[in-house]
């Protein structure tokens, strides 16, 4: 696994009447598949610490659920050390999704580790909003879980904003929303449905990036694909960030494309 590198983004972020007075980080993780940068993650923490942020958020796939086996330790260990330090907020990926709905061949894993993780601060936000102010900026923090048929391959199926107000409720009016959705596919849909800020990773940068060009393939096996990687406008003053991830499965390849420590400045 090549070192990571840490992409920094500046937001300006208002909401009616709210201003942020006091600028503050946040730390955004994706796609760590239970990868390790040295001991007990030493050196991805102190970079997250170096950063200094106010609270750490998280995209999903931060483990892996291979077809044989799951491989949690990693994470377990970083959502641990992140938690004695950091507010964490977590949205399920592709990957905590196939283990929480495939029992038959997980058990109960996924239960184990919600539970775990749960247990050491994490706020996991399944469908759902959790809410928080950074000095008086109120913010929303949204988790969307997609269904498992929008990660596979093949055709990708539809989705509205209506579908995501059935999965999560309506946007918050008075705060920022920020929504964690593992897939940025449907970057349009979620500033469509309200996403001040959408954070996404799901396709490691596009395995291969060309110059020029970006992420040569999606997990989806399509050519190209269009949010893969850094920060995007999407409509409106409203954006879309797309970690390249921290770690790689299935097809473990990384070719002018390290992974990635995101750092989001508020301001």
Same mark, same amino acid.
């Given at each position: 696994?090549?070192?990571?590198?840490?992409?920094?983004?500046?937001?300006?972020?208002?909401?009616?009447?709210?201003?942020?007075?006091?600028?503050?980080?946040?730390?955004?993780?994706?796609?760590?598949?239970?990868?390790?940068?040295?001991?007990?993650?030493?050196?991805?923490?102190?970079?997250?610490?170096?950063?200094?942020?106010?609270?750490?958020?998280i995209?999903?796939?931060?483990?892996?659920?291979?077809?044989?086996?799951?491989?949690?330790?990693?994470?377990?260990?970083?959502?641990?050390?992140?938690?004695?330090?950091?507010?964490?907020?977590?949205?399920?990926g592709?990957h905590?999704?196939?283990?929480?709905?495939?029992?038959?061949?997980?058990?109960?894993?996924?239960?184990?580790?919600?539970?775990?993780?749960?247990?050491?601060?994490?706020?996991?936000?399944?469908?759902?909003?959790?809410?928080v102010?950074?000095?008086?900026?109120?913010?929303?923090?949204? !988790?969307?879980?997609?269904?498992?048929? *929008?990660?596979?391959?093949?055709?990708m =199926? #539809? /989705?509205?904003?209506?579908?995501?107000? %059935?999965?999560?409720?309506?946007?918050?009016?008075?705060?920022?929303?920020i929504?964690?959705?593992?897939?940025?596919?449907?970057?349009?849909?979620?500033?469509?449905?309200?996403?001040?800020?959408?954070?996404?990773?799901?396709?490691? !940068?596009?395995?291969?990036?060309?110059? *020029?060009?970006?992420?040569?393939?999606? =997990? #989806? /096996?399509?050519?190209?694909?269009?949010? %893969?990687?850094?920060?995007?406008?999407?409509?409106?003053?409203?954006?879309?960030?797309?970690?390249?991830?921290?770690?790689?499965?299935?097809?473990?390849?990384?070719?002018?494309?390290?992974?990635?420590?995101?750092?989001?400045?508020?301001?």
């Amino acid at each position: 696994m090549p070192e990571f590198k840490v992409a920094r983004y500046r937001i300006k972020a208002e909401k009616g009447q709210h201003n942020i007075q006091q600028p503050f980080s946040a730390v955004f993780l994706s796609d760590l598949h239970n990868a390790s940068y040295g001991d007990h993650n030493c050196r991805l923490l102190a970079a997250i610490r170096s950063a200094d942020p106010s609270l750490v958020l998280i995209a999903g796939d931060m483990l892996t659920a291979a077809k044989d086996a799951v491989e949690m330790d990693a994470a377990l260990e970083l959502m641990d050390e992140l938690t004695r330090k950091y507010p964490v907020f977590y949205a399920n990926g592709n990957h905590e999704h196939r283990m929480k709905i495939n029992t038959e061949r997980y058990a109960d894993a996924y239960e184990r580790y919600a539970d775990k993780i749960r247990s050491f601060g994490v706020h996991l936000i399944e469908n759902g909003c959790e809410r928080v102010q950074i000095g008086r900026f109120p913010l929303a923090i949204w !988790g969307l879980e997609l269904p498992g048929e *929008y990660f596979y391959k093949g055709k990708m =199926p #539809q /989705l509205t904003r209506m579908q995501i107000t %059935d999965l999560i409720g309506e946007p918050d009016a008075s705060a920022y929303n920020i929504l964690l959705a593992h897939h940025p596919v449907y970057a349009k849909i979620y500033a469509a449905w309200g996403a001040d800020l959408a954070l996404s990773g799901h396709l490691h !940068g596009g395995l291969v990036r060309v110059p *020029y060009l970006g992420g040569l393939i999606s =997990p #989806q /096996l399509r050519p190209f694909p269009r949010y %893969d990687r850094g920060m995007y406008e999407i409509t409106d003053g409203k954006r879309l960030i797309v970690s390249g991830g921290l770690g790689s499965h299935t097809i473990p390849l990384r070719i002018n494309n390290p992974p990635q420590l995101v750092v989001i400045d508020f301001v």
